[in-house]
C-alpha cells in the first residue's frame, strides 16, 4: 500500500544568555544544544569555524533501485546536497516581541549499509575493499565539492560512517565502481551555522520560532534520485532563553536624606546670603544586562517632579537626577549624568556592556528660585516622599 500523507521530522535548537561578570562585554548566547557526531569528534575545529552539529532526527534514506558501476549521471549513485543558503528566521517571545536569528546547514554526515564489501570487491582487507569501491577511493574521500576533516571514518564489512563539509553549496557525489543492489543511510546528522541576536538589546524570556526545510530528490536535503529519505520535511525549532539581572543596592540609612546648601547652613547664615540650591547626592551600586526604565512616584507631585510641602501646605518642587555607570546609555545613546526622572514619562536606559557593581548616584536638588520661597517661610520644615521605581518589564 502506498500512502500520499507527508511524513515530517523536526529538531530542536537552543541557546541562552545570562549574563557573566568575567565577560561584561560579551553579548552572545551560548549554544545549549549538545554536539553530536562532526562536532563532538572534532571540537576544535568546529569551535574556530563557529560550527555546531546536531542528528537530523529519526529519518533514514534508502535506496528504490540498483546502483550501476561507472554511472555517469552523479544523481544515479551517493549524492549528498545540503540546503547552504543563510535562512533569516524570526523568534518571538511570550509577550510578542520579535527578533532574528541567520541560518544554515554547511555539512552532512551519515552511516551508508550495504552488502558485505569485502564479497562485493573481492578484497578481504575491510578498508581496503572500501577504498575500491569508489572513484577516488573511499567514502571519507569527500569529492571535489565537498571536504572533509575527519580521519578514516568508522567502518565494518557492511557499513561506513562519513561526513562531508560543502565547500560551494552544489551536490557532493561519488561515482560507484561496481554495483549496489542495496543502499541504506541512517544516523544522519548536520553541520549548521547559527548567528544570533545581541541579547542586550533583547528583553528577558524565551523567544521562539522554526524553519522548514524539504527532503528528496531536487528539494533542500537532496539524495539524488535513488537514495529516497522516509520522510520529506524537516522543521528546526529554535528556542532562545534570554535571563537579565537587574539589581541596586543602597547603603544603610539612605531612605532619609536632608537637603542642604553646599558647604551646609551656617556659612551662608554667617554670610547673611541665600544658598544657591540645596541638594542631597545618595549613591548606591548597578547590576544590569537588559534594557530597563525608571521613573518616580511623588508623595507631592509638582508637574512632571515631586515636591516637599511645610506645614502651611507650600510646595516647592524637587529636581530628581540619576548618574548611571559607563556601560549604560540613555535613548539618545549618550552617556547617563544627571539625567532627570519624571513621574509621569518613564526613562528607559540601554546597555552596552554588562555592568557588575558599577557606581551611580541619585542626587535631589532644590533651585535657586524655589529656595527664595522658602526662605519666606523661615523655621518651617519641608518634608516629601520620593519613590524610585528601576524596572526591567519594558
Keep these: 500500500m ?14 541562552s544568555f545570562s549574563p557573566d561578570p568575567t565577560t561584561p562585554y560579551g553579548n552572545t548566547f551560548k549554544n545549549t544544544t549538545p554536539d553530536v557526531g562532526f562536532c563532538f569528534r572534532q571540537p576544535e575545529y568546529c569551535k574556530t569555524n563557529n560550527l555546531h552539529s546536531i542528528s537530523l532526527g529519526h529519518f533514514s534514506a534508502t535506496g528504490q533501485r540498483l546502483i550501476h558501476p561507472n554511472h555517469a549521471d552523479e544523481r544515479e549513485g551517493v549524492m549528498l546536497k545540503v ?3 543563510s535562512k533569516v528566521v524570526s523568534v518571538t517571545s511570550s509577550s510578542g516581541v520579535t ?5 544554515k546547514f554547511i555539512g552532512m554526515g551519515l552511516s551508508m549499509e550495504t552488502s558485505d ?19 577516488g577511493g573511499s567514502l571519507d574521500n569527500a569529492p571535489s565539492n ?9 567502518y565494518t564489512a557492511r557499513v561506513f560512517r562519513f561526513f562531508w563539509l560543502s565547500r560551494n553549496g552544489q551536490a557532493c557525489a561519488k561515482q560507484a565502481l561496481f554495483a549496489f543492489d542495496r543502499m541504506y543511510f541512517y544516523g544522519i546528522t548536520g553541520a549548521y551555522q547559527l548567528t544570533t541576536p545581541n541579547p542586550l538589546d533583547m528583553e528577558a524570556g524565551t523567544y521562539t520560532g522554526s524553519v522548514v526545510y524539504t527532503l528528496g530528490p531536487g528539494m533542500d536535503f537532496d539524495f539524488g534520485d535513488v537514495i529516497i529519505p522516509s520522510e520529506s520535511t524537516l522543521t528546526v525549532n529554535f528556542i532562545l532563553e534570554v535571563n537579565h539581572v537587574l539589581g541596586v543596592r543602597f547603603p544603610p540609612n539612605s531612605d532619609r536624606l536632608a537637603l542642604i546648601p553646599e558647604g551646609g ?23 544590569n544586562s537588559g534594557v530597563f526604565k525608571m521613573q518616580i512616584q511623588c508623595e507631592y507631585p509638582v508637574g512632571d517632579r515631586c515636591g516637599i510641602r511645610n506645614g502651611s501646605g ?27 526622572l519624571s513621574n509621569s514619562v518613564p526613562s528607559f536606559f540601554y546597555p552596552s556592556m554588562y555592568v557588575n557593581n558599577g557606581r551611580a548616584m541619585l542626587s535631589f536638588e532644590v533651585s535657586r528660585d524655589s529656595v527664595e520661597q522658602m526662605i519666606g517661610y523661615a523655621g518651617n520644615r519641608y518634608l516629601g516622599n520620593v519613590t524610585v521605581v528601576w524596572d526591567s518589564e519594558i
Design 2 to 15: 502506498a500512502s500520499s500523507l507527508a511524513l515530517a521530522v523536526s529538531i530542536d535548537i537552543a541557546a
Design 83 to 85: 540546503p547552504v543558503q
Design 99 to 103: 527578533k532574528n536569528v541567520v541560518f
Design 117 to 135: 564489501v569485502t564479497i562485493k570487491a573481492g578484497i578481504p582487507n575491510v578498508y581496503k575493499a572500501h577504498d575500491a569501491l569508489w572513484a
Design 146 to 154: 565537498c571536504f572533509s576533516t575527519t580521519p578514516i571514518g568508522a
Design 265 to 287: 547652613w551656617q556659612q551662608w547664615l554667617n554670610r547673611g546670603r541665600r544658598p544657591e540650591k540645596l541638594f542631597a547626592n545618595q549613591s548606591f551600586q548597578l547590576w
Design 314 to 340: 507650600h510646595v516647592v518642587p524637587v529636581n530628581t537626577l540619576v548618574t548611571l555607570p559607563s556601560g549604560v546609555t540613555s535613548m539618545t545613546g549618550n552617556a547617563v549624568n544627571r539625567y532627570q
